[in-house]
């Protein structure tokens, strides 16, 4: 009986591993780096093999590709090199990843240091400003709440890849409430709908423990939804969801 119930418990890790893994910094981000000359900006394109991490930096000064950086739990390390007057001179990054954010020390060479931050580019911003004005108003529906109350098809972006669930949502006057269900269980939630802003939390509760989940996002037309999911002690995830059509 002991041994069964040992079993059950690395199976459920095994299972979970997936929805509660490291922070996913794959992606664009714009970059600001504070050198002693003053602010640089760039922006930076990064591909992520779990906690390996590589892609490239773009400035004026063109394209600088790097590899070997990595990235344990919530904490980012690359090295990327710059020709300075015939000189090559390794910058080193670390940083600690914040959901979109990244905010960190640069060392330059071992000659000086400086402070960096960086913002993820996310596609539906570019998509918002491609979007005429007057186009807007074709969005107001969701506003009104109520519009995002039936099934949703839920994939939560991990390192180790894509983690599918189904969230059957409820909204009434704002106030929102269902359950969240995937191969882990059924889990209730809770949460808010203002405006285009959707918020949802729920418990989940593993062999370690209660682990509480926040999900901060925006409707996209009433028929999507995306944002980032925060794992209390675990980091940042993305996620997104479409409403089913079971």
Do not use: Y
Request: charged residues 15%; without cysteine; negative net charge.
């Amino acid at each position: 009986m002991q041994r069964a119930k040992w079993m059950f418990v690395g199976v459920f890790l095994l299972m979970a591993g997936p929805l509660f893994a490291q922070v996913n910094v794959a992606g664009d981000w714009e970059i600001t780096l504070k050198t002693p000359q003053g602010d640089s900006t760039a922006t930076a394109t990064l591909k992520q093999d779990g906690e390996k991490v590589s892609g490239v930096l773009k400035n004026q000064m063109g394209e600088l590709p790097f590899e070997g950086g990595t990235l344990t739990g919530d904490e980012l390390k690359f090295v990327f090199t710059v020709n300075f007057q015939g000189t090559p001179i390794p910058i080193t990054l670390t940083g600690k990843v914040k959901g979109a954010a990244i905010d960190g020390q640069a060392d330059f060479g071992g000659m000086a240091q400086g402070d960096w931050s960086a913002k993820r580019v996310e596609a539906t911003t570019a998509n918002a400003a491609a979007t005429p004005a007057a186009a807007t108003p074709a969005a107001a529906p969701a506003a009104a709440g109520g519009t995002i109350t039936g099934k949703w098809d839920v994939t939560f972006r991990t390192p180790q890849g894509d983690f599918p669930a189904v969230a059957t949502i409820t909204v009434d006057s704002g106030k929102l409430s269902g359950s969240m269900g995937s191969q882990l269980g059924e889990t209730p939630i809770t949460g808010t709908l203002d405006g285009m802003k959707v918020t949802i939390s729920m418990t989940v509760e593993s062999p370690q423990g209660s682990m509480n989940v926040a999900m901060t996002g925006e409707v996209q037309g009433g028929d999507a939804m995306a944002g980032m999911a925060d794992v209390a002690g675990m980091g940042q995830m993305e996620w997104s969801a479409k409403r089913s059509r079971q």
